[in-house]
């Protein structure tokens, strides 16, 4: 081939080369994981105030019109994430107080709300907690108690912490039966306070009234504190005999009792 042939066809490949955009110019990189966050966001984006009044409007006359419960789980699931937390509360209470009327038991309540507590505000959810500990792993099946009295005070210690921390909380109240149960069953089991004698007297266990004061110690400013300390006071007076009648009129008055420290 000619040379200067050859030098031609090289400097116009050169040239052409130099006008071919670099792959990474010609085509601008798709952000994906933005989109997705952008339609993400566009989802659940709020309504406006007066839109999300509307709508707990319209869901509490829908209620009270005796709506079926797939249809309340529908509105619910239409309009729980379009509005905020307090208000995603306020359709989560109402559901519970329908699904309670129907006659579910606490278990069944909680399964059908599940799906809906993370729409809640952090109030919410720390009352479904509550809850769910007792439902998956009941305090007692209706006979004898299914866990320990240690453990039963824990969870009254729980529900404590709980109105401390949310001290107006509408939820106050549908815990404070619960925290009666478990203080009366950590006492005096399902009304045979025997199992927490030791084997084969009336006398109380040294190892629970050693737990008792553990409890105290450990939670000093605490109401479950409190009503134990009334409760070894009686015990002392008829010396620890779970049969003696300062204990038993513990017993006998012991919502009165756990009221008079609220």
């Given at each position: 081939m000619n040379k200067?042939?050859?030098?031609?066809?090289?400097?116009?490949?050169?040239?052409?080369?130099?006008?071919?955009?670099?792959?990474?110019?010609?085509?601008?990189?798709?952000?994906?994981?933005?989109i997705g966050e952008d339609v993400k966001e566009k989802i659940n984006e709020k309504f406006g105030e007066q839109e999300q009044l509307k709508i707990l409007k319209d869901y509490y006359e829908s209620i009270e019109n005796n709506i079926s419960e797939d249809q309340i789980i529908n509105s619910i699931k239409d309009n729980i994430t379009k509005l905020d937390e307090n208000k995603a509360d306020e359709m989560l209470i109402q559901f519970e107080n329908f699904l309670y009327s129907k006659g579910y038991d606490a278990k069944k309540?909680?399964?059908?709300?599940?799906?809906?507590?993370?729409?809640?505000?952090?109030?919410?959810?720390?009352?479904?907690?509550?809850?769910?500990?007792?439902?998956?792993?009941?305090?007692?099946?209706?006979?004898?108690?299914?866990?320990?009295?240690e453990e039963i005070i824990d969870r009254a210690l729980n529900i404590e912490r709980f109105t401390n921390r949310f001290p107006d909380s509408k939820l106050k109240q549908k815990l404070e039966d619960l925290y009666k149960a478990y203080i009366g069953l950590s006492l005096k089991g399902l009304g045979n306070p025997y199992i927490f004698a030791k084997e084969g007297e009336t006398t109380l266990n040294p190892d629970l009234l050693e737990m008792y004061k553990q409890k105290i110690n450990n939670n000093p400013d605490s109401r479950t504190a409190k009503i134990l300390n009334l409760y070894i006071v009686e015990l002392e007076k008829d010396s620890y005999n779970l049969n003696g009648d300062n204990v038993n009129y513990f017993y006998e008055n012991i919502d009165g009792i756990i009221d008079g420290t609220n």
């Open positions: 200067k042939l050859l030098v031609g066809i090289v400097a116009i490949a050169i040239i052409l080369t130099g006008c071919i955009p670099k792959q990474e110019n010609a085509f601008k990189e798709v952000d994906i994981v933005k309540v909680t399964e059908k709300l599940t799906p809906f507590v993370e729409n809640g505000s952090d109030e919410f959810k720390s009352y479904f907690e509550i809850w769910e500990t007792e439902t998956e792993n009941e305090t007692t099946d209706g006979e004898g108690l299914k866990i320990s009295a």
